[in-house]
């Protein structure tokens, strides 16, 4: 597919924000304000799709980090490159070290060229504007803030998000996915599985041995109760602070939030295809990018979706992905069974 219109995808849900901003917290209006100009900024260039970039080495990775020295301004200074001793300054190097990460298990485990298939450059920013609390692809690179040590830590701490936010790029060059409603939270859901991927993967952990956290390690001692962004082994429970409010996930179909903010709910009902995974994952075990995440792959990479598919028609994709990779075997059936548990239909 032809790579749509970069979109702003970032990884802390509006609500979280727009509920900080309401309650006076300066450095969540500076952020909103920061996003909205990003916006903006997009529809008055008429910002243009990718097109594929191949690295000198095919196979290996293409790393800049800049450094924007709390200014706005993309991608501002370059810190280290490709094959570069590690610096003094922890972020740049957490940033390196978490592309690298994720190219790896993209290479390695599934024999894609970086997230066009093609050996895209991995660009990020880091010390983006000031305590800017979020993390953002914006459809030619990576960006992170340094939060505001309070309620967000360094938003290159938690690996996974920086899988997450790399995988938009994975979604933007395969099933391209539109950033509204189902489709929406779709993209969202499938930057969770490849960020909690990228995670596992390093870790060496088993599915019985992830947290399954998105963001766990980025929330700041003014969060009380709170241990990451999102759950996808039980949405709706990463958060439930005085500060951040709780977190509003749904699980199960049933609880489908129907709403006009955060592009239709893309960042809350993931929830739904998020536990989905999980429970594909726990019932396969073993390595989760093995099965469970090589059939995700497939329907990402595959001819099934359209620019609007819906949960159902992914979950449908993803039974024909099973079926073809594996037969009428195990993991067929787990498939199923994780699709009925949250309530989408397959057929």
Partial sequence: MTPQTPVFCSVVPP???????????????????????????????????????????NGKPKRTIYDAQQNE??????????????????????????LGATFDLFRSVYGR?????????????????????????????????DGDNDLFLDFTIPVDVIGHEL???????????????????????????????????ALGQ?????????????????VDRGEALRSMKEPGTAYDDDVLG?????????????????????????????HA?????????GNVWERAGQIWYDVMTGDALTTETRFSEFAAATVAAAKARYGDAAELQAVLKAWSAVGVPTD
Wanted: hydrophobic share 35%; charged share 20%.
């Fill in 73 to 98: 301004v993309l991608p501002g200074r370059k810190v280290r490159g490709e094959g570069d001793d590690p610096t003094r300054d922890a972020t740049v190097n957490r940033a390196y070290a978490g």
């Fill in 246 to 274: 709780k977190d509003p996930q749904p699980g199960h179909m049933d609880d489908y939030v129907r709403t006009n903010r955060d592009n239709g709910g893309v960042h809350i009902n993931s929830g739904i295809p998020n």
């Fill in 113 to 145: 060229d970086s997230m066009d298939g093609a050996g895209l450059p991995l660009d990020a920013t880091v010390h983006y504007g000031v305590q800017y609390g979020n993390a953002f692809w914006d459809g030619t690179q990576m960006v992170f803030g």
């Fill in 206 to 222: 088993t599915a019985d041995q992830a947290d399954w956290l998105i963001g766990a390690g980025l929330l700041g001692p003014g």
């Fill in 167 to 201: 995988a938009h790029g994975f979604t933007q060059y395969t099933a391209n996915l539109e950033y509204y409603g189902q489709a929406g939270a779709l993209n969202e859901s499938v930057s969770d599985v490849f960020g909690s991927l990228v995670k596992q993967y």
């Fill in 15 to 57: 609500h979280i924000l727009d509920r900080l901003a309401r309650n006076g917290n300066e450095a969540a209006i500076r952020t909103l304000q920061a996003d909205a100009a990003l916006r903006t900024r997009r529809r008055v260039t008429g910002f243009q799709p990718m097109t594929a970039q191949t690295s000198p080495e």
């Fill in 277 to 285: 995974f999980y429970l594909l994952a726990t019932e396969l075990g």
